[in-house]
């Protein structure tokens, strides 16, 4: 085997290894995700709520906390995005790198 070859092979298993990555961060943020989509659905339910604030907790406005969990929301669904956009652009890399070695290694 080439030693061209066996470099495009060592690309691909970083390439795999980056993609196991993204998708452990992505299952974090959608777990993320679920448990604030949970928070503000119980807040609608309530007159008053209270967040933690350093090791304390404090009694907050509805509003306030509504709009905390909102953006907090729009945070991670823009970061399970972009992972996502990562995640194709790899997954299109190593599509394209394993066609390349598969063809070397016919000859």
Do not use: H, P
Request: aromatic content about 2%.
């Amino acid at each position: 085997m080439k030693k061209e070859t066996e470099q495009k092979i060592g690309q691909l298993q970083l390439m795999e290894q980056s993609l196991q990555a993204l998708l452990v961060q992505k299952q974090q943020f959608q777990t993320q995700l679920v448990e604030l989509e949970s928070a503000l659905k119980e807040l609608e339910k309530k007159d008053y709520a209270y967040k933690i604030v350093g090791s304390i907790m404090v009694k907050a406005t509805k509003e306030e906390i509504e709009k905390e969990l909102k953006s907090k929301i729009e945070l991670v669904k823009l970061r399970i995005k972009s992972i996502e956009k990562q995640e194709a652009n790899i997954k299109e890399k190593a599509s394209s790198l394993q066609k390349e070695i598969m063809s070397e290694l016919k000859k």
